[in-house]
Structures are given as structure tokens and as C-alpha cells.
């Protein structure tokens, strides 16, 4: 998942994030007003605006996954599968880009978005690939200055530019569809929330931040966050001196509990499981073994008797 974000204070500030799990040879890469820029469709660019960014270089191309150019015109391109479409067909009386070379071509002809939305009423988007090693990645853009910010996709509708006033792009569903999203969080405010359920005065807030009820990471990120710190208490005598009362009870409560037994069984080391475990499952930790090797540990499972799992 990736995230870009664009915002204005007394700076205007562009960013964003690559939430990918391997390398694609990315480096700081800066081209010149003066390095030419060749396109497929198109004519070589041998003037232009210098621009800088985080790109591959392939047989001396700079492949811009991001970029900024002189005039402060900020691009990046954010993952967006089974979404993104860039039609076979070339279109006769515009000029034809592919999407490999979309952060190029509007870096260096423009310096601002309202040239990028001149340029691209005659741009059209087409598949074609860097070489046969390497196949276009599906793409959507978030592009922004100091005065505004869009996004740009190229779907199965055709090719669509929104206006953005949030300043935020991520992956899927399409913008268009996070936009009306949207409105299912009006009730957020960074204020102490207003009783609008009933007359009942003894309904008062019990603690600060319920304004942001709803949010992803609301008061409920609490529960996640009890699996991680479970899995850090990795000695027993640690925990019986450092572990709040509260948690301990909780832990022993369930130990405990006739309803369920408690099954002991390997905490692989592999990725999915190590991953699982981070996600809110379940896991407890045997905080009898002294090892604190991930591959080494020994948890703890919750089975409800005759149910089969209730976490694993």
C-alpha cells in the first residue's frame, strides 16, 4: 500500500510512501535541463524543466516513480491494480504516452497543474511497454503545487482527472469512490463529542479522543496493540514483576477458563505466520521459555473445547 500527500502551511510539502516488500534499484535521480528525453511516440526532448526524484535507471532512462521538477510541480505514481487500463489503440491527432513516460512528460512541459491539465486534453495514454522484461505497472497520479492537487486515472472509462481537495491518494478503490467514502466520517471532530443520542445527562464522554470514533487507529488500535505486547513479555519472571495487574489477570483469567484449553504449538518463523501474529491475532506468548529468537518461541493458543479455534 502506498500513500501520497500533499499540504500547504507556510511551505508547501509533498510526499509519499512505497509500501513494497522488495527493491526496484531505486535512487535519487536528478536530470538536467539539458539531458535528453526521449519518448516512443514522440519527439526528443533536448530542453526542459530539471526535475528530481526517486527513479530506476534502465539503459541510461530515468523510470520516475516520483519526481519534483524547478517549478515545484510534484508527481508521483501509486499502485492501482485490476483498475488501471492504457488502451492498445494510438489516437491519431493526440500524442500518445505511455505510462512509463507519464512523469517525464509532464515534468518537463509544465510548471504548474493547470499547465498539466492543458497538456493532458491532448495526451492520450497507451500500452507500451519499457522492453519485454518489463511490463507496465498498473498506476494511478497524484499530482500537486503550492495552489492545487489532482488526481489523474486511466480506467476502462477512459482517462479521468479529479480535482482533489483533500490532498491524499492511495491505492484502491478508485478516487472518485474514496471521495463519497468520505462522508461516512462528517461525525469526526477534534473536540470532546456532544451527547445527540439522548436526553440522558449521565451520557458523558469517558475519555479524551472520542471525537475520532470510526477513524481506522480509533481507541480500538488498544486491542492490537495487546497481541505485540504479549509477545514482547519473553520471560515469565519479566513479566510477573513488569506486567500491569490488570494484564496479568486478564492473561491468567484465560488461562483459567473452563470453556477453553490451552494448546501449546510453534511459533514458525515463516513470513505468513510472523505476519499473522502482528495482525491482531491471538497469539500468546509461553513466556516460561527463555529463547527470544521469533523462530525459537512457543505460543500459546486459545481453543474453544469441541469449536476448534477461537484465535490462531
Request: with cysteine; glycine share 6%; proline share 6%.
Amino acid at each position: 500500500m502506498c500513500t501520497s500527500i500533499a499540504m500547504n502551511t507556510e511551505d508547501f510539502y509533498f510526499g509519499r510512501t512505497m509500501d513494497i516488500e522488495y527493491s526496484f534499484g531505486e535512487k535519487v535521480v536528478f536530470t538536467p535541463r539539458n539531458y535528453p528525453i526521449s519518448f516512443r511516440k514522440n519527439d526528443t526532448l533536448h530542453r526542459h524543466y530539471a526535475m528530481l526524484g526517486m527513479a530506476s535507471v534502465m539503459e541510461n532512462y530515468p523510470l520516475y516513480a516520483e519526481a519534483v521538477n524547478e517549478r515545484g510541480l510534484c508527481i508521483a505514481g501509486l499502485n492501482f491494480p485490476d483498475n488501471a487500463y492504457y488502451p492498445q489503440k494510438e489516437d491519431p491527432v493526440r500524442h500518445n504516452v505511455s505510462p512509463f513516460e507519464l512523469i517525464l512528460w509532464l515534468c518537463a512541459k509544465c510548471a504548474s497543474v493547470t499547465d498539466v491539465k492543458a497538456l493532458m486534453a491532448s495526451t492520450h495514454l497507451i500500452s507500451i511497454p519499457f522492453n519485454d522484461d518489463l511490463p507496465l505497472t498498473p498506476l494511478h497520479w497524484h499530482i500537486a503545487d503550492r495552489e492545487h492537487s489532482i488526481v489523474l486515472e486511466s480506467t476502462q472509462n477512459g482517462l479521468e482527472l479529479y480535482d482533489n481537495p483533500v490532498g491524499v491518494l492511495t491505492n484502491n478503490p478508485g478516487f472518485h469512490f474514496q471521495t463519497t467514502n468520505l462522508c461516512q466520517y462528517m461525525n469526526l471532530t477534534t473536540a470532546c463529542p456532544q451527547n445527540c443520542f439522548s436526553n440522558i445527562k449521565s451520557l458523558v464522554p469517558f475519555g479524551q479522543g472520542l471525537g475520532s470514533f470510526g477513524l481506522p487507529g480509533d481507541y480500538r488500535r488498544f486491542y492490537s496493540n495487546i497481541c505485540p505486547l504479549w509477545r514482547s513479555c519473553s520471560k515469565r519472571r519479566w513479566w510477573c514483576r513488569n506486567a500491569p495487574a490488570w494484564l496479568r489477570h486478564f492473561h491468567e483469567s484465560w488461562r483459567q477458563n473452563p470453556e477453553y484449553e490451552i494448546i501449546e504449538r510453534r511459533c514458525s518463523s515463516h513470513p505468513f505466520h510472523r505476519r499473522n501474529s502482528w495482525r491482531g491475532k491471538l497469539l500468546l506468548q509461553n513466556v516460561k521459555r527463555e529463547s527470544s529468537h521469533p523462530a525459537d518461541q512457543s505460543c500459546l493458543s486459545l481453543v474453544r473445547k469441541g469449536q476448534g479455534f477461537l484465535y490462531c
